[in-house]
């Protein structure tokens, strides 16, 4: 029993450290993370979403911290359901980067 525990015990440990690796990956989280995914929006500017890459679709956005949008994908807003139950705040974090990113 203890053995199992174990080993039980040491499965969680290597599931949370790959979650982590996926985590900082933002590019992964954009394309895959969620569902609806971010990039099914954020490609193409479906409903009025900015679309990476294009600096002037992001308007006031781009005077907001990380902090602020992270906050503003986790409840939602417009069209954009909320996110924050379906990625955790690292994962969002990691695709608003990945999102900001392209816009340099």
């Given at each position: 029993m203890k053995k199992s525990l174990a080993l039980l015990g040491a499965a969680a440990l290597v599931m949370a450290g790959s979650m982590s690796a996926h985590?900082?990956?933002?590019?992964?989280?954009?394309?895959?993370?969620?569902?609806?995914t971010c990039a099914s929006c954020h490609d193409f500017g479906a409903a009025e979403?900015?679309?990476?890459?294009?600096?002037?679709?992001?308007?006031?956005?781009l005077d907001k911290s990380v902090d602020?949008?992270?906050?503003?994908?986790?409840?939602?807003?417009?069209?954009?359901?909320?996110m924050g139950h379906q990625a955790s705040d690292e994962e969002i974090r990691a695709a608003?980067?990945?999102?900001?990113?392209?816009?340099?």
């Open positions: 985590a900082a990956d933002g590019e992964s989280v954009y394309k895959g993370g969620t569902v609806p979403s900015p679309r990476v890459g294009h600096p002037g679709d992001w308007g006031e956005r602020e949008l992270v906050e503003t994908v986790k409840g939602g807003q417009g069209a954009m359901p909320p608003v980067e990945y999102m900001l990113g392209t816009l340099e």
